[in-house]
């Protein structure tokens, strides 16, 4: 995949790092390493602005580095530091209750930089999430509202036993993992693949099994401090198709990109949301597909769930329509998790005023298949087309029954694309519209 180049800032140290300072590096080539010699970073073409910050937390030196990446054209600031962490696997650690409140000075740069970075559509500002196995909402830098906080998960998609957690964690990126004897298994690789500083003076001191035999890469970096750099890097695809996006168009992209892991042990809530991996690990094809500039003549109406599918029940939700405009186009998108398809019936439901009947999507196909993820249009719905001409504003309801014995699963997402015939009666606003749903199944992004 290429991209465009787009210019992530680093505030860590340094341009030339000394000696022991080798974190920067290796946080660098996650994001953009260029591929060429031998790593490749999430979005090889971003071009790097490193920024080295040598004071301490909280001075007026931290402050100034937010404000000077801002003002020389930084689009995605990516910081994998912040306050002391607790020991992971110690509880009783007293660091795991502090709390670091975010200095009034450091507030004013970041929301400089959120606001006025970006000729006024906002740097994006990504936080590690924390290595102490602790509450991130402690951390006054990383939940900082605006900025996105990075969790980390591992090769086995579940959570890395050191990462912090909490309301502020907004996505995970993988990184590297440990066991941790009784709690939690080994993971299978030793971790990131990423450049390190030359010869014996970076991580890798030259060893093959631990990288290159030159030392110019690691094989073991990780952390959240791997996985911050690697979810800018996707902010930085994600700008490369679509330059405009502001801070909340980003965060939006991000969420509509992210895919729920770890469903068992993730806690995920009614808006989907877990306090291990926020809206769930980024998938960079979903976010820079997101990304892309929606046609000024297509509506999307859409929504994300985690809404029971219980056995036996019926299920109904709702998404609204207010653009008046006929349609020349219609399509539903639709994704769910269920043990055995073959027990759905799916029933799309249109607006009263319209008087056309119901479509039926899915009428218990599939059999044993567990899942569904598909989009229906008029190739493979033909009765959608009966929507075609007409407004299609109003309350559209989508009712799933399961109509056989044991199997269950959850609602995940259901969409409308409509292609507007006169796109010019509609409203600038309603581009990429998202309607209310019934209650405890909205998601609030």
């Given at each position: 995949m290429t991209c465009e180049a787009h210019r992530l800032s680093w505030v860590l140290p340094n341009v030339?790092?000394?000696?022991?300072?080798?974190?920067g590096t290796a946080c660098a080539g996650v994001a953009c390493a260029s591929g060429r010699d031998g790593a490749s970073g999430v979005a090889p073409e971003a071009k790097l602005m490193p920024i080295r910050l040598a004071a301490g937390l909280g001075s007026q030196q931290e402050a100034n580095a937010f404000k000077w990446a801002a003002d020389h054209g930084a689009d995605v600031i990516s910081?994998?530091?912040?306050?002391?962490?607790?020991?992971w696997y110690d509880p009783s650690d007293p660091r795991h209750r502090e709390r670091v409140p975010l200095p009034a000075s450091t507030k004013l740069a970041l929301d400089y930089a959120l606001?006025?970075?970006r000729a006024g559509k906002g740097c994006v500002v990504l936080f590690a999430a924390g290595n102490g196995n602790e509450a991130v909402d402690n951390d006054g830098y990383a939940s900082y509202p605006g900025v996105i906080a990075v969790a980390a998960c591992n090769d086995r998609g579940t959570r890395s036993v050191y990462s912090d957690f909490g309301a502020a964690v907004f996505l995970a990126f993988p990184s590297n993992d440990m066991a941790w004897p009784g709690h939690h298994p080994a993971p299978l690789t030793p971790g990131i693949w990423t450049t390190d500083r030359s010869t014996r003076r970076g991580y890798n001191p030259g060893i093959a099994s631990e990288g290159d035999v030159k030392g110019n890469y690691t094989n073991s970096f990780g952390g959240t401090s791997s996985a911050a750099p690697g979810a800018a890097g996707v902010v930085a695809l994600a700008l490369a198709v679509n330059p405009e996006l502001n801070v909340a168009e980003?965060?939006?992209v991000l969420r509509r990109g992210c895919e729920r892991i770890d469903p068992q042990g993730g806690r995920y809530d009614a808006q989907g949301r877990s306090p291990y991996y926020g809206y769930g690990r980024v998938n960079a094809l979903k976010v820079v597909e997101a990304a892309k500039p929606v046609r000024r003549d297509?509506?999307?109406?859409s929504r994300n769930y985690d809404l029971p599918l219980p056995d036996l029940q019926s299920v109904e939700v709702e998404l609204q329509v207010t653009e008046t405009a006929q349609v020349d186009r219609f399509a539903v998108s639709l994704e769910l998790e269920h043990t055995y398809i073959g027990d759905l019936s799916i029933r799309?439901?249109?607006?009263s005023?319209?008087?056309l009947p119901d479509v039926v999507l899915h009428d218990r196909a599939g059999g044993a298949t567990r899942d569904l993820k598909r989009t229906y249009?008029?190739?493979?719905t033909p009765r959608l087309a009966q929507f075609s001409s007409h407004s299609c504003a109003g309350r559209w309801l989508l009712r799933i029954q399961d109509q056989a014995a044991a199997d269950s699963g959850r609602l995940l997402s259901f969409g409308l694309q409509l292609g507007l015939l006169d796109a010019s009666s509609r409203s600038s606003a309603s581009t990429e519209a998202v309607a209310a749903l019934g209650p405890a199944a909205a998601n609030s992004g």
């Open positions: 030339e790092p000394q000696y022991p300072e080798n974190h910081c994998s530091w912040g306050p002391m962490d607790g020991t606001t006025r970075g980003i965060k939006d297509t509506l999307i109406v799309l439901i249109p607006p005023a319209l008087r249009n008029l190739a493979n």
